[in-house]
């Protein structure tokens, strides 16, 4: 089982042709309602790839945490260890999102939810993985503690963070932390992604990996630096993208992939998804990732970055 921590959304993505240079009036192409969150959308990646997912969140007590359970149960994840706050409203983003695939969100977050303070009852035995999203710094921090302490696989997605004590233990204690590239450079106060990952490393040795979109994925292991490169899609759809590949990174962890085929067949999934309009809705299955990482580059040491 992997389980996926971490706060979940109502997604109302508004797209658009372009993004303006200056607020203007825009006529939107169209509407959607979508379920949102890194973690809960990694949780459905990972279904989608054949995987055994539960979430575990804090929804409030709304239409729109009616609207998100129904997505779980249409498929089959398992959310009954949430907390479920009364009479709290659900965290909502708004997305713009452009032709290009390109996007700006904003979000909301009621206080009389994300204040809640008690933690769920998370499951430490052997046969556990995690995923946590550190935008609950309360409950990763637990999770990855925990998981280090009974040897588990632990992925930390560390996109916006404010950096902390409990981040710096989170990063220290999870097997598996995973840094957006502003996170990195938020984290070790460096410009250079080498430079980045080789403190990390000289502090703490062992694995770091950073997701750069286009760029790719860089990740040190054993002292020595990766790069696996992203391959060349026509994207019409980014927002997600990195929700994926960490829930599919941890599903192939899970299938006794070495670190380098799950970073590439991660970034196979989520560079498929980019190709595809629809949100959870659209996720690529385990066959189709398995035939298109055949047009992957194979993964290179790098040496200078």
């Not at 708004?94 to 933690?119: C, P, Q, T, W, Y």
């Not at 450079?185 to 992604?193: A, F, P, Q, V």
Request: hydrophobic share 40%.
């Amino acid at each position: 089982m992997i389980t996926c921590v971490g706060p979940i959304f109502l997604d109302r993505v508004v797209r658009i042709d372009s993004f303006p240079e200056k607020p203007i009036k825009l006529v939107a192409n169209s509407l959607e309602k979508r379920l949102g969150g890194p973690a809960p959308v990694a949780s459905f990646a990972i279904k989608s790839l054949g995987g055994d997912a539960e979430f575990i969140g804090r929804f409030g007590d709304d239409d729109a945490a009616s609207f998100l359970k129904s997505k779980f149960d249409k498929a089959n994840i398992q959310i009954n260890k949430s907390l479920f706050i009364n009479d709290a409203q659900s965290s909502q983003s708004h997305i713009f999102e452009d032709l290009e695939g390109e996007r700006m969100l904003a979000v909301f977050n009621e206080e009389k939810l994300i204040n809640v303070k008690s933690l769920p009852a998370f499951d430490f035995s052997s046969k556990q993985s995690y995923l946590v999203d550190t935008n609950w710094v309360e409950a990763s921090h637990y999770v990855a503690i925990n998981c280090y302490k009974n040897k588990i696989n632990c992925v930390v997605d560390l996109d916006n963070f404010i950096n902390s004590k409990l981040i710096e233990e989170v990063v220290n204690s999870a097997s598996f932390p995973i840094f957006s590239e502003i996170g990195l450079k938020r984290y070790t106060n460096k410009e250079s992604i080498s430079d980045s990952l080789e403190s990390l490393y000289t502090s703490n040795p062992k694995f770091y990996a950073v997701t750069m979109g286009p760029k790719g994925v860089y990740w040190i292991n054993n002292g020595e630096i990766f790069h696996c490169e992203s391959p060349q899609v026509k994207a019409i759809e980014t927002n997600g993208a990195g929700d994926i590949f960490h829930g599919a990174f941890i599903r192939f962890i899970e299938l006794n992939k070495t670190i380098k085929e799950a970073i590439e067949l991660a970034t196979a999934c989520a560079s498929l998804k980019c190709t595809r309009v629809g949100g959870i809705e659209s996720l690529p299955s385990f066959d189709e990732v398995i035939e298109f990482s055949k047009h992957l580059k194979l993964s290179k040491k790098n040496n200078s970055l």
